[in-house]
């Protein structure tokens, strides 16, 4: 067993060491393990606290190694590949009962390009696996009075690891505390669960919750049931089409449970519990990254069933595995491919197929470590604020000086409790906000400038949680009313963009008898749109007029309508969605100064500031110069510490003396050249 552990460690060693990689996800981890480094603490934004990570234990695992030397990238991977091959090597040898065991942990684990996938990418999954094999190996074989005790500490390790993991384990850990009874059980429960406890308190105090922002990211989006569960079905499908052993050992070690009734409580229930929780939360972007730790039990199930006289069961295992390196993205053979399609038009992805040229081990030894050009130009340029939807690489290569606003609100506290924004492409676990208005310039200058009444008092909590003094009494009781949602009244709900019946609504219009044709035309929609329009309707509005585009409306009417639906988008703070209909106005209308003044500004509002620049520039017209489109430009430019931003504000001086913010924006400028220079 000794040599057959051995082989099957170096196979799969030498399999993970070719595929392996860094996912973007990742380095929002490493920022906040870089700030903590560098005496930040444990924050994304260094002027707020904001829990980021899901993967406490993780991030400290990986904390220390990188204090001393440094490279965040090598010592990733080289962790991920330690715990990794560890992980192999011990199944092969100790849970394996005989050689033909090892070898199909062998041909299993390096089949399966989930597991090959997630064995690196710098994520918690291999910490995971390593725990799970612990836990594993404590519930067949420990027998001792403190067994509880252990079973407890490990799921509470799996926890701080990833807290869904949970999921996984409670149908084993329930019937362990249901056979001890709750007064045996209280003692050794109350202590395997300190750690996670002791997490939970700590970030509650810290961070003013005690689950990581980008559970509320996710919880907060206001999306149908329905829209999750077609989101999580697609995961499952993705990863069949992508990586078909993944979910055929999952399966088939359900189905190998119920026939031998070997560990059917922990197979049958746990494994079948994780899929179906999947499929509750909406499944995720990254194809399999979620099915490793199901195939890992899966996996476990069939070995122990495995013995001398089982020579049919490897066979018809191998033939599936054989089938299962088919695909063209099969981790035996696949490491990139200009061909590979990595994306799905379920919005799931092959995140290692996505990322592979930029982060893979093998690019990385010619080229360096990972890096984002537009990160560094703000780290040089000392970018004040930087809006994105891609905030890993980037943000790390930006580091703590520039201020990252994540659209998706991952790592945002204060757009992490919004619904999300209506009318857009949703992508399973990442929903983007609108921002509301004044928000950008909020964290541009540290001070509450957000226009709605409601958002502006939500975020003045947010703030205090988030940047007041740790200790005041008026922090901690806000916390306390924060997660009990005493401020939830303040938010609004998403845009709610329903169906209608067009004849029924135009009916209403013309009258009884006063309409002659069943059929409904772009006018008609249009005359919709204006009604809604006139009734404050935003959503109805939109789908109306949407409905007008998409039938190929054009003219002064339709161009009309759209500069109001824009409007009204705005006022209620549907940035997102306001952005793109007064884009496709302008198009439509290029020569309207006043719609490229608002579509500028619409821009600036949701942080797209390269774009909001050229849309200002476009509406300035220096035989009839206005100080908005100006502004614009001026204010772009000062974020971005372009030196012509004085400029700029001095000639909105020369059109309006009066102007308080150009005022107000060069004394800062002023200000802040020696420190410049």
Not at 376 to 386: D, P, T, W
Not at 387 to 399: D, E, K, M, R, T
Request: hydrophobic share 45%; glycine share 8%; proline share 4%.
């Amino acid at each position: 067993m000794t040599i057959a552990a051995a082989l099957v460690s170096l196979g799969f060693c030498v399999s993970i060491v070719n595929s392996a990689w860094v996912s973007d996800d990742a380095y929002i981890t490493f920022r906040t393990i870089d700030n903590l480094v560098n005496g930040f603490g444990l924050r994304w934004n260094v002027a707020e606290r904001v829990q980021t990570f899901t993967h406490p234990l993780w991030l400290f695992l990986l904390t220390v190694p990188y204090a001393i030397f440094g490279n965040i990238y090598y010592v990733v991977l080289v962790t991920s590949c330690i715990l990794s091959v560890a992980t192999v090597w011990y199944l092969a040898r100790y849970v394996a009962d005989h050689w033909l065991g090892a070898v199909w942990i062998g041909i299993a684990f390096v089949t399966s390009k989930a597991y090959i996938d997630y064995s690196t990418s710098g994520l918690e999954n291999p910490l995971s696996h390593a725990i799970l094999v612990v836990y594993l190996v404590t519930l067949s074989r420990c027998r001792d009075d403190r067994r509880l005790i252990y079973l407890v500490l490990l799921a509470a390790f799996g926890a701080l690891n990833r807290l869904d993991s949970i999921v996984l384990l409670a149908p084993s850990l329930g019937l362990e505390l249901w056979t001890c009874g709750f007064k045996r059980a209280l003692r050794p429960v109350l202590i395997g669960l300190a750690p996670v406890l002791v997490w939970l308190a700590f970030s509650t105090f810290y961070y003013g919750t005690p689950f990581p922002n980008t559970a509320y990211a996710k919880l907060s989006t206001e999306v149908p049931r329905a829209t999750l569960l077609t989101f999580g079905s697609d995961y499952l499908v993705h990863s069949a089409e992508l990586d078909p052993i993944t979910l055929t050992v999952i399966l088939a070690a359900i189905v190998l449970a119920f026939v031998r009734k070997q560990s059917r409580l922990l197979v049958a229930g746990g494994v079948g519990l994780q899929l179906v929780y999947l499929v509750w939360i909406g499944g995720d972007f990254m194809s399999g990254r979620f099915l490793t730790t199901a195939y890992l039990v899966s996996v476990v199930s069939i070995c122990t069933s495995i013995t001398g006289a089982s020579w049919p069961l490897v066979l018809g295992l191998t033939g599936a595995a054989i089938v299962g390196c088919m695909p063209p993205a099969s981790p035996v053979w696949a490491r990139w491919d200009d061909d590979l399609s990595v994306t799905d038009l379920s919005g799931v992805v092959d995140e290692r197929a996505a990322h592979f040229r930029q982060t893979g081990l093998h690019t990385v030894l010619s080229t360096g470590a990972p890096t984002s050009l537009d990160g560094q130009r703000m780290r040089e340029e000392r970018h004040r604020v930087a809006v994105c939807f891609s905030i890993g690489i980037v943000g790390y290569s930006a580091g703590p000086g520039v201020h990252i606003v994540d659209q998706n609100a991952l790592a945002d506290p204060f757009l992490a409790r919004l619904p999300a924004a209506g009318g857009l492409l949703w992508r399973p676990g990442h929903y983007p906000r609108s921002l509301p208005r004044g928000y950008v310039e909020t964290v541009w200058k540290g001070e509450n400038r957000i226009l709605s009444p409601s958002f502006s008092e939500f975020y003045e909590r947010v703030f205090l949680i988030t940047r007041g003094d740790l200790f005041s009494w008026s922090r901690l009781s806000q916390v306390v009313e924060m997660n009990l949602g005493f401020y939830d009244h303040l938010l609004p709900s998403s845009l709610d963009m329903v169906a209608f019946d067009a004849a029924e609504e135009l009916s209403e219009i013309e009258g009884e008898g006063g309409r002659e044709s069943e059929t409904i035309d772009v006018n008609d929609l249009l005359r919709l749109a204006d009604r809604f329009l006139e009734a404050g309707d935003a959503g109805r509005a939109s789908v109306a007029w949407g409905t007008a585009r998409s039938m190929g409306a054009q003219g002064e009417q339709f161009l009309d309508t759209c500069a109001r639906l824009g409007e009204l988008l705005n006022q209620g703070d549907h940035g997102r969605l306001a952005m793109k209909v007064l884009t496709m106005c302008a198009q439509g209308a290029p020569e309207d100064l006043d719609i490229q003044t608002r579509l500028a500004q619409s821009l600036f509002s949701q942080g797209e500031f390269v774009e909001a620049a050229a849309a200002g520039k476009r509406g300035f017209d220096f035989s009839e110069p206005r100080v908005e489109p100006l502004e614009v430009v001026a204010d772009v430019m000062n974020i971005r510490r372009v030196p012509e931003a004085e400029m700029n504000y001095r000639a909105i001086l020369v059109l309006d003396p009066e102007n308080e913010h150009a005022k107000e924006e060069l004394l800062v400028i002023q200000s802040e050249m020696p420190n410049l220079q």
